[in-house]
């Protein structure tokens, strides 16, 4: 009874305070044998399978301390409280990714969250200069760097334009590699996705994205009920573009561009979010003018998996332009986080039969752990000159079917 009433009291500081009344307090309440920690521990977080006792309990003590701790990331080095703070969150993510859903919803999420709400961490992604454990937390995030609630647009200077773009890079092998994949890189396009979508004096992406309703913007993991191992069947996005009247000689000259993409309201009376409809085939379709530019992986033991599908304007009807496919696992568990994935597809002119149509673009990108954003480069793969961005998010209706 007494471990009972301790556990619904409001705050930590409460318990110990009531275990402090005498030693006999302190024993049952504070004890080896009491479950007070696991009890205040489920109420906060989702419990993973094989943690003891003592474990839960000095997790959560551990959390309760590290987190309660305000964290500015504005400094170039991080210092030890802001290597232990990620370390927590971590584990979190970690936890939050892996442990079995439940009806109730995904409690360590919820409080990485509140956490992030509290924080700069993804405001300034590149301050500091992130090694690939801290890219992949800031990647793994990327739901919550675009949710306003929670985040901000992050600066201009937080992203090279050139990086972004590919700028002077000629298109040799894959982009998103299996091994020695650059998170780096990755987390440039997300800056400039999170700058575009989210500031409204871009004049750019913001006012569609902002239209749209909370179920039909990024998340990170796939609700209770969905099946986590297939791939998503709806997707909403956008590509960016960007071109110049005269192209800037130097990388230096083209990360000072005022203009970052054509996609700005001046020239576009209306900017259209792309949506896609895929469904699993047993056609290992992917022809060798794209995989001349977008290889596939030569290891054998590679999980593949092929999609078809229409790429259309959401809210729009009409005929759409066909996809076609493919994921792989990535079996490395980049930054300790398992689940990264390499997705590659092409999209066509509609009404044209055949793939030698008038044009064709290419995307590849990283499919984040949780399986619901992805985050890479197309490119045009009859003239390479065209390429640039993407973003593609799930909305979260029932997995690709066998078509």
Known sequence: ILQGIAGFLPTDGDVINLSLSCKEMHDR???????????????????????????????????????????????????????????????????????????????????IREVMSQTRFLNRPRKPKPCEFTCAIQLCLTALALHKEVSEPCLRSEYELAIVYSFG????????????????????????????????????????????????????RKSYGID?????????????????ESVPGTRAAFNKSTTQTCADIESHLRLDILSMNLHITNDPFWPSECNKIIPMSTDMDTNRVFFQGIQGINGLAGEGNPVFGFTEIIAYPYGGIPGWNRVCFAIIAGGNDEYSSDWLHGYEAVLLPGGRIMLGRWIDLKNTSGRGPFIFWDVEIPSCLQG
């Open 169 to 220: 890079s000629e298109p040799v092998g894959p982009y998103i590699p299996h091994d020695n994949l650059d998170l780096t890189k990755i987390l440039h396009i997300r800056s400039f996705w999170q700058r575009h979508l989210l500031e409204l004096d871009e004049m750019t992406y913001y006012i569609t994205f902002s239209y749209l309703d909370e179920d039909h913007k990024p998340k990170m």
């Open 29 to 111: 309440i504070l004890g080896p044998s009491t479950g007070i920690w696991r009890h205040r521990y489920e109420a906060k977080y989702d419990i993973p399978e094989a943690k003891t006792m003592d474990e839960l309990g000095y997790e959560y003590k551990a959390r309760a301390i590290v987190l309660s701790q305000r964290m500015d990331f504005r400094a170039a080095r991080v210092t030890k409280g802001q290597q232990l703070w990620l370390e927590v969150i971590y584990t979190m993510l970690v936890e939050s990714l892996t442990v079995p859903q439940k009806s109730t919803g995904p409690k360590t999420y919820n409080r």
């Open 228 to 244: 986590e191992s297939q791939l998503s069947s709806s997707w909403l996005g956008y590509y960016s573009c960007l071109h110049f």
